[in-house]
């Protein structure tokens, strides 16, 4: 790639998840501390990315990959995208403000893997020239909390939708800029199943395969405890300037990322997972038993730290696991049913489980409502400690992915 190319790619990512990075941690302490939503609309409300991550496998295959040219789709939907998110900000009543914000994840949630498939058209050698692309948008995520907390200190203002809607519309026009990305399919047959990674299911008839998975569902739902009301919990509970502090998070997580390989080496896919697991279960511990002052926001800071390993042991290792062992002509597809069962359908069910959740252990209402935050955390550790048993009783790791293995796909 030319060095124009390089920058033009970056700066598409940086602002890619800087849109995405602008409204989403905020809105959990926005939506209680301001609007005064319920537990339940703040989880129906972070559903959204869930059923948006549902649909947006269909609109790519149906659409993006054989009519129009990548980046005029991108550019298309961040624009869409960026006007729900202006008329989000101005919404006071959940109907409308659910309806607007379903309306811009439908936008955005599309445009992760167009930006993708933008980057990945422009290189010759993808394993070493993405990740340096990719962490574009880790930064991005990063810079748009720093400024959210640090220079317009509006973490529970309407401010950064309008942000967000402003960026957003911004990288709409900046999309038509970028090099051409022609559909890739145009005029091939498409069926449903493919589009969703269903043809992949034949993996099921491995035992350990379908305990991967089925982990990989019940582990979302203690995870969207996390993203639903980790940062309105913090927030309530004295921590200023929580969208940039939540960051530590991202910085966490570029860390161990890298430490990934050497991990690998050392423990394997099985125990890698379970690690993972074990750190949701510890992450939820410490908000648990933390506080706003002394060891208790030690431990506070801790859980926002195990980010990293939480999603990275985890989700990135499992990735990994499904690349290897799958056959070659359906691991697309058998990312894409993972994808499906994780970002779709487990945090669906996970970030309504934990709105419920929040509405159980919550007496009072209004100003006067009054959350049990104890009994709330306690749910989603004793939810991972669970998956966390059935998946190191049940899953047998393949020799090939054991410490030193060589792997052999699933047949």
Known sequence: MSPVTWFQLMAMMFLQYYVWGSWYVSMGP?????LHFT????????????????IAPLFMGMIADRFFSAQKVLGTLHLLGGLFLWRLSKSESFPLYFAMLMAHTLCYMPTIALSNAVAFA?????????????????LGWIAAGLVVSFVLRADTTRLPFLMGALVSVGLGFYAFLLPDTPPQKRGQAVSVGEIFGLDALRLLRNPSFAVFLAASLLICVPLSFYYSFGSAYLSQGGIQNITGVMTIGQVSETLFMLAIPVCFAFLGVKYMLAVGMLAWAARYLCFAFGGPEGPGLALWLLAIALHGMCYDFFFVTGQIYVEKAAPSDIRGSAQGLLALVTYGIGMTIGQNTAGQTVNWFTS?????????????????????????????????EPAGNQPGGKQDAVR
């Open 30 to 34: 926005y939506m209680s501390q301001t």
């Open 39 to 54: 537990g339940g609309q703040i989880g129906l409300a972070y559903s959204t990315t869930g059923i948006a991550a549902i």
């Open 122 to 138: 422009q290189m010759k050698n993808a394993e070493k020239q993405f990740p340096y692309i990719r962490v574009m948008g880790t």
């Open 364 to 396: 009072g209402t209004g100003d006067a409502a009054v959350i049990n935050w104890f009994g709330v955390w306690m749910t989603p550790t004793a939810l991972a400690l669970a998956t966390l048993v059935f998946f190191t009783l049940f899953f047998r």
